[in-house]
């Protein structure tokens, strides 16, 4: 009896620290990157830059290794590469504007193209034979265009093998992640009230969390002169949305939305631990969430091998935390 109260005293109390390892100056070294880096098994990363379509190489200690132009209509050269993908010991970048994806291997040669005819947003290996997609589709009916999410599951040569869902009124990017040890997707319909469905690896739904948060709806004054809603827990308050979530153990790492009230006074947000049922068990307060300007980001997160990355776009430094308990 005296072990069970002891267990359920330590989960009560679980607790974590935010703490930063590392940063690459991109601004720096003359790089304009607005998409974040991927991970290869080795601890190096990889990044494209929007601007001139570099592909860089960064080793573990954050120096660039290999850095290679691949601008134009020629083989391997990019035009507008938008996400990026390492599976099987390769590197693959999507060209939105060609609809294609272009294969490189580890010192940044170029292997092949696969043309996909689809919008895709951004990419998660399950595996070396299986995908997780984000696709976009546009349809226009009585003179109505209307912008379709779907999740889909795709195998290593990019043909489709499941649709999971479909989602209409979503932000641009569908927000998930995934459990390699339940083996379980996990998607967010809806950042405000909180609507999480659970997929398996077959893309098979298993279930659906869901939270709801009570809203609060600030006065055109508040918010740029704009009537709308934002939720979130800040102390007892609801005031904002949930940007991403992250698996983190047997727990969800929620990392809010960004919102400048103006230019001088920013709110304070604060990372938030939760279980798996969506319910908080701590938050922190971080120093790398700055808001944003009329909508846009200033800085994005994500959580990979086991990293919290920022890019902030403003400042042009791409920072790395780890996650100490």
Excluded at 102 to 110: A, W
Excluded at 116 to 123: D, N
Excluded at 224 to 232: A, H, I, P, R, S
């Amino acid at each position: 009896m005296k072990l069970v109260l002891i267990f359920i005293i330590f989960d009560i109390i679980f607790c974590f620290e935010i703490i930063k390892t590392g940063e690459f100056d991109w601004a720096d070294k003359n790089v304009k990157m607005e998409d974040m880096p991927i991970f290869d098994n080795s601890g190096n990363y990889y990044l494209v830059t929007s601007e001139n379509c570099e592909i860089l190489k960064v080793d573990s200690n954050n120096r660039i290794v290999i850095r290679k132009k691949y601008f134009g209509n020629g083989p391997g050269e990019l035009v507008n590469p938008t996400c990026t993908l390492f599976n099987n010991n390769c590197f693959y970048v999507y060209d939105a504007n060609k609809v294609n994806i272009n294969i490189y291997d580890i010192n940044l040669n170029f292997l092949s193209s696969i043309n996909v005819g689809s919008r895709y947003l951004s990419f998660k290996p399950i595996h070396e034979n299986l995908v997780l997609a984000n696709v976009a589709k546009t349809e226009t009916i009585d003179k109505k265009i209307t912008i379709k999410r779907k999740l889909i599951l795709l195998d290593k040569n990019f043909q489709l093998v499941k649709e999971l869902i479909e989602l209409e009124k979503v932000q641009l990017f569908l927000k998930y992640d995934i459990d390699f040890e339940k083996k379980e997707i996990y998607l967010i319909e809806d950042s405000f009230d909180m609507i999480v469905h659970v997929f398996d690896f077959e893309g098979n739904e298993k279930s659906v969390i869901r939270n709801p948060r009570p809203k609060i709806k600030f006065s055109k004054t508040e918010v740029k002169n704009e009537d709308y809603f934002m939720t979130g827990r800040i102390d007892k308050s609801y005031k904002y949305s949930i940007q991403d979530l992250f698996v983190y153990k047997d727990k969800f790492i929620l990392v809010p939305g960004f919102q400048v009230f103006n230019d001088e006074d920013r709110l304070k947000y604060k990372i938030q631990i939760c279980n798996r049922d969506l319910e908080e068990v701590q938050t922190q307060e971080i120093d790398f969430i700055k808001g944003s300007y009329y909508g846009i980001s200033g800085e994005i997160v994500k959580y990979i091998n086991g990293k919290l990355i920022v890019n902030d776009l403003f400042n042009g430094v791409l920072s790395f935390y780890e996650i100490i308990e």
